[in-house]
């Protein structure tokens, strides 16, 4: 059933190729028919050899076609990401420090540098009388 339903599609494609083809020039379909030989040559070359595609599965459950085994270069790609992931957060986390720290300063000079004590900020008072309108 699979093998008639993947005959048809690919009678289907080729008519419509061919049909559009002539519409093309003459350097085009001699490129597409080079590449058409080479991947009837390649096809005829794989059933040929009845060695069967190795398929793996990683622990994430992602398939590895034509490899059974994963090299230590996947592995390592695998990890990059996450690497880079949480590399970034930590530097925006970093950041985010710095940036806090230097309000915290700047507040904490201006209130040293001001006439007021300390104590007067919390006077509630103190909050009212900054609310009311100067006239």
């Given amino acids: 059933m699979l093998d008639s339903l993947e005959s048809r599609f690919a009678l289907r494609v080729a008519s419509r190729l061919n049909e559009h083809s ?3 020039g003459a350097d085009v ?3 597409l028919r080079f590449a058409r030989e080479q991947a009837l040559a390649r096809a005829r ?3 040929s050899s009845d060695l069967p595609v190795p398929v793996g599965i990683t622990q994430s459950g ?12 996947l592995r390592v790609a695998s990890i990059m990401p996450v690497f ?9 986390q970093h ?3 710095r940036n806090q720290i230097s309000v ?19 006077d509630a008072g103190f909050v009212e ?3 009311t309108p100067r006239e």
């Avoid at 992602?62 to 270069?73: E, I, P, S, T, V």
């Avoid at 992931?85 to 925006?92: E, T, W």
């Fill in 129 to 131: 009388f900054l609310k």
């Fill in 104 to 122: 915290a300063a700047e507040i904490d000079s201006a209130l040293l540098a001001d006439d007021l004590p300390p104590k007067a900020y919390t």
């Fill in 29 to 31: 379909n001699e490129r």
């Fill in 62 to 73: 992602a398939a590895l076609l034509g490899q059974a085994r994963g090299g230590w270069w």
């Fill in 95 to 97: 950041w985010q420090d």
């Fill in 84 to 92: 880079a992931l949480v590399g970034g957060l930590l530097m925006i």
């Fill in 45 to 47: 070359l794989a059933r």
């Fill in 22 to 24: 002539q519409a093309l």
